[in-house]
């Protein structure tokens, strides 16, 4: 079979969607792009397709060895295997849910993937906001019990290519939603804008690539509302169009937590959940989320409260009402 990257097919595409939306936020929504923050995005693209080429045979070479391990043999045939496509295709973004709940949870991982998040606009661009270090946090393993399986390395590298061509429209918002059945089921700009926001509310939700289901399946799904505005980012902004800061500020920041952590906390500030801390001196999405939770349930109350006051008030009033 001839090697095929579904992705080198679609940068043209990418790139004419990308004008096109320029041209639409232009007379819809001005500040959906910001040259400099375009160009940052720009940057990561480029430098990851470079990565890619530099350490993408590191993952080649692990699959391959375990693929000798496979429990089922499809045979030397097996691009032609109709049915082994779709079934790979829907493990493979099962795989990749799991992968990037992993990239939000871990900090070791998060330290690569928050490139992708660290953008305060919300357009086609940012899709191509990838990162460099990914290589570097083994999310490959995640693969793994696919190539054991038996799909071949070169199946599951076509199926994640149009997996990531998928994810690229749905950093847009330029499309409102979707029909509901689509909604139901797939990703979409809606559940996607949901993943990129700062809001408490919508802190690491929707980590589906292509199909919404995993999320609604494993209780990470949370709708778009229209209550408040999407806030787009990471809790901790970046301030600076750097670029090497933008690729490297979390990595830097772990390996400061490391250096100055007690011994017996150090592991923790690589395996645990960005933000946590021993001393408890930062927060992390949990527990800004379980606040503002708190916050709207104290809220609720009161105004229940406030409700029933009224009520007998107005039945007293009603009492006292001659008749």
């Not at 801390?277 to 939770?293: C, K, P, Q, V, Y």
Request: proline content about 5%; hydrophobic content about 45%; glycine content about 6%.
């Amino acid at each position: 079979m001839p090697d095929f990257s579904p992705t080198d097919y679609a940068v043209p595409l990418f790139v004419l969607a990308i004008l096109a939306e320029m041209i639409w936020s232009r007379y819809k929504r001005p500040n959906a792009y910001e040259p400099k923050d375009t160009l940052i995005s720009l940057s990561f693209g480029l430098g990851s397709t470079v990565a890619g080429l530099l350490f993408g045979g590191f993952a080649v070479l692990v699959f391959v060895e375990a693929y000798e391990y496979r429990l089922f043999d499809f045979g030397p045939e097996w691009w032609s295997i109709w049915w082994a496509w779709p079934l790979c295709f829907v493990l493979d973004d099962l795989k990749y849910y799991w992968v990037h709940r992993a990239g939000h949870r871990i900090r070791w991982m998060w330290a690569a993937h928050v490139n992708h998040h660290s953008s305060q606009h919300y357009n086609l661009s940012t899709a191509l906001r990838q990162t460099w270090t990914g290589t570097f946090t083994f999310g490959l393993l995640f693969a793994l019990p696919l190539v054991l399986l038996g799909f071949h390395p070169g199946m599951i590298a076509i199926a994640g290519g149009f997996n990531l061509i998928y994810q690229f429209w749905i950093h847009t918002e330029a499309i409102d939603r979707m029909p509901r059945w689509f909604e139901a089921v797939m990703n979409t700009p809606s559940h996607h804008r949901v993943h990129h926001a700062t809001n408490p509310r919508y802190l690491d939700r929707n980590y589906a690539g292509v199909f919404i289901i995993w999320d609604k399946m494993f209780g990470t799904f949370e709708p778009e509302t229209e209550e408040e505005q999407i806030r787009y980012g990471i809790v901790k902004q970046l301030g600076s169009f750097n670029l090497l800061w933008a690729v490297f500020h979390e990595w830097i920041g772990m390996v400061s937590d490391i250096w100055r952590a007690p011994w017996r906390h150090k592991l923790s500030y690589l395996l645990r959940e960005p933000g946590w801390t021993h001393d408890g001196s930062r927060d992390t999405s949990d527990m800004i989320r379980a606040r503002w939770l708190a916050a709207g349930k104290a809220q609720n109350e009161a105004d229940d409260r406030a409700a029933n006051t009224t009520e007998q008030e107005e039945s007293i009033a009603a009492q006292r009402k001659p008749a």
